[in-house]
């Protein structure tokens, strides 16, 4: 099953505008990692929290943590439709090992 | 630095018969890792290897397999192909020794599309 649940499924908006998504997890994570899919390609990391932060920013990237909820969110700013793509949230539950949990992801579209 | 490989690009098969992708990492990457993508299940961990051990495994069946060689570079086999093995499958390498995921980014290929008739 997987960990993380994304929310919404799909965003629409106009250049310019901000983006949020939202994911929510189910155990306890040694970290959480955000990735972006273009479309029938591979995904490229946008960034890491782990589960002793709160927040972190990279460019126009900002992404938080609520360990007590389970939940993060990450937010783009002034998209350009560049951003359109796929998000995901992934994450490392402590109980399995290495390896990395998606969420189904979130489709964004930036419209020019 | 070149990024992560994989080969073929697409692959059309037909049910019953076996297949081999290839993944070439990133140079000094020694974790390698693949994944499934489909629509409906989206992406599923298949399995990790770290200097040729497999240290994880997905909840996959015993058709699907892979190694990794001294080089790094890695392989995954598909035998007795079923329809719904029809997806991207998708290598991934990390840099550091410790655990995937456990402090270091994947840096992913563009995937293999399987298409299986």
């Known amino acids: 099953s997987q960990q993380g649940e994304e929310d919404p499924q799909a965003l629409s908006i106009q250049e310019g505008e901000n983006a949020t998504m939202n994911c929510s997890y189910k155990t306890s994570i040694n970290n959480l990692q955000w990735y972006r899919q273009n479309s029938g390609r591979g995904l490229v990391h946008l960034i890491l929290?782990?589960?002793?932060?709160r927040e972190k920013h990279s460019g126009r990237l900002r992404v938080t943590l609520d360990t007590s909820k389970k939940s993060s969110s990450l937010l783009i700013t002034a998209s350009r439709a560049a951003d359109t793509a796929s998000y995901f949230c992934?994450?490392?539950?402590?109980?399995?090992?290495?390896?990395?949990?998606f969420g189904q992801g979130t489709e964004l579209s930036v419209k020019p | 630095k070149a990024g992560v490989t994989q080969t073929p690009r697409y692959l059309i098969k037909t049910r019953g018969q076996q297949v081999t992708l290839s993944c070439s990492p990133i140079?000094?990457?020694?974790?390698v890792s693949w994944y499934q993508q489909t629509p409906g299940q989206g992406l599923q961990f298949l399995f990790e290897y770290f200097s040729e051990t497999q240290r994880n495994k997905g909840n996959f069946p015993g058709r699907f397999s892979g190694r990794q060689f001294s080089n790094s570079r890695s392989e995954m086999n598909v035998s007795t192909l079923e329809l719904g093995d029809s997806a991207l499958y998708l290598c991934a390498s990390s840099l550091y020794g410790d655990r995937v995921g456990t402090n270091s980014p994947l840096h992913f290929g563009n995937g293999t599309r399987l298409t299986v008739t």
């Open positions: 929290i782990r589960s002793n932060e």
């Open positions: 992934a994450t490392v539950p402590w109980n399995q090992g290495g390896k990395l949990i």
């Open positions: 140079s000094g990457h020694r974790s």
